[in-house]
């Protein structure tokens, strides 16, 4: 028997324009889960029925009233949660932090905006970590973001609670943000394909500032498609947008449908981090990965060394200063998590030249490394270097061992924040506990469309649509 929540978000959209399904219906189904299964899953911070009931019921009016249902938005009656480091009008939102458990939206984020045009329904925001700084989904505010394959372990960070409302079926997408690996990381220990886009290909604003480029928002989905077509909402340059990505010509949904030819393809398991080391597992997914890229035909080989281990503390410089960019009374800093203090200790002791030393030494790495990127259409890593993590395997720590445990687990993801490229998590593998185990595409700049087109080869070669945890079926 098929559920609605079985349903893939193309399928969902598809189902409702034909009436097949009603938009409330379909809102009626994914809170019923949420009520039920969000308290094992930690997905959801604060949920929003009322209001999705409403939504939906306006939609199933527009539905009813439309003379052509292909004139009616892409989205239309379709869930899609969005992440708590994002503003929505009238709606509480936390930040991750006790120091924010009383705060309302006061305006719609731009992403919140277009999302909302498609004609989506919101049933909730999802839980992210304090500011969006760790890459695990364990805060003050919430339970624990827990992957569906294992209750046990993290759901990934920061965007952990999108990730875990997806591949839990408590949504069927969700939107993200990724500034250091944010959307990758969860999607590969959820086994969902995420997409960071290009830096400028989706607006940050109006509230939040967009100083370094290093977030990016974007889709986690359970197909490319349903990525596409989430992308394809939320891709509009607003103004006052301090980047702008490269234009693109068509659809991202288009690019899903369009064979990708011949490619060439650069690998490298070597982490930026020192001392990092790649878990077995998640090297035997990126040599899976290689040969099932070779078997399609595509040239692949050995990428040069281009970004090394002396970015790393440039990035730290970097994120010690973003951690600082939420302002905080003094009266309630004694709320903050202690890695999160730790982190704005270290911002607030970088001084102006310092901070502009960091950018230019990155600008002058990055104008020797795209020479060498740009002769490759796309380059693969794993996306981490560990399976899923315990929960409490970095809360649990003091801040400078959290942090250092974080560096370990995740040195793949960053330097595309760093460059602005876009970059992708597919779900090819599985490992013999039966956990997921993702591995990373990474594109030139602009070049989402050949990341997509790439990845839905990928799908179709090796579905993993059915492929789903336990809880699912619950």
């Not at 990428?303 to 200063?321: A, C, K």
């Not at 202690?338 to 001084?351: D, I, N």
């Not at 993590?389 to 560096?407: D, L, M, S, T, V």
């Amino acid at each position: 028997m098929t559920h609605t929540h079985d349903l893939s978000a193309m399928r969902l959209a598809a189902a409702i324009r034909s009436r097949e399904l009603s938009p409330v219906e379909v809102a009626d189904h994914y809170l019923e889960r949420i009520e039920r299964l969000n308290p094992r899953l930690g997905a959801y911070v604060t949920v929003t029925a009322d209001r999705a009931r409403e939504e939906a019921e306006r939609a199933e009016k527009r539905l009813m009233e439309a003379a052509d249902p292909a004139d009616l938005p892409p989205l239309l009656g379709v869930p899609v949660p969005i992440k708590d480091l994002n503003m929505v009008d009238g709606v509480r939102m936390t930040f991750g932090s006790e120091v924010f458990t009383d705060l309302s939206g006061f305006a719609d984020d731009n992403v919140v905006l277009l999302l909302r045009e498609a004609g989506s329904v919101l049933p909730g925001k999802t839980s992210t970590p304090e500011f969006g700084l760790p890459c695990y989904t364990e805060n003050a505010v919430a339970p624990p973001a827990r992957t569906p394959w294992d209750l046990t372990r993290s759901a990934g960070g920061s965007s952990g609670g999108a990730a875990a409302a997806v591949a839990g079926g408590l949504a069927p997408v969700a939107q993200g943000s990724d500034g250091g690996g944010s959307i990758r990381i969860p999607s590969s220990v959820c086994g969902l394909f995420g997409i960071k886009p290009t830096r400028g290909r989706i607006s940050q604003g109006p509230i939040v500032p967009d100083l370094f480029g290093l977030s990016a928002n974007g889709p986690i989905a359970r197909t490319v498609r349903d990525a596409a077509l989430l992308l394809d909402v939320m891709a509009r340059p607003m103004p006052g947008d301090l980047y702008l990505a490269p234009p693109r010509e068509g659809s991202y949904l288009d690019a899903a449908e369009r064979p990708p030819g011949r490619l060439r393809i650069a690998r490298s398991r070597e982490p930026v981090v020192p001392d990092a080391e790649v878990h077995p597992d998640c090297v035997a997914a990126y040599e899976d990965a290689s040969l099932l890229l070779e078997e399609l035909g595509h040239e692949v080989v050995e990428l040069p060394q281009v970004l090394g281990p002396d970015l790393v503390p440039i990035f730290e410089t970097l994120w010690g200063v973003m951690a600082t960019l939420t302002p905080v009374e003094p009266e309630r800093e004694h709320l903050l998590q202690p890695l999160t203090r730790w982190l704005r200790e270290r911002g607030h002791a970088t001084s102006a030249p310092e901070l502009f030393g960091a950018h230019a030494m990155l600008q002058a790495a990055l104008r020797s490394a795209f020479p060498v990127m740009n002769e490759f259409d796309a380059i693969l890593h794993p996306t981490l270097a560990q399976p899923p993590a315990p929960i409490g395997y970095f809360h649990g720590q003091e801040p400078e061992e959290n942090f250092a445990r974080q560096k370990h687990f995740t040195p793949f993801c960053a330097p595309y924040n760093v460059s602005g490229q876009p970059a992708v998590n597919v779900p090819l593998y599985w490992n013999a506990d039966g956990l997921p185990i993702g591995v990373m595409l990474a594109g030139r700049l602009g070049g989402e469309d050949t990341l997509i087109s790439l990845s839905a080869q990928l799908e179709e070669a090796r579905p993993w649509i059915d492929r789903k945890p336990p809880i699912w079926n619950e």
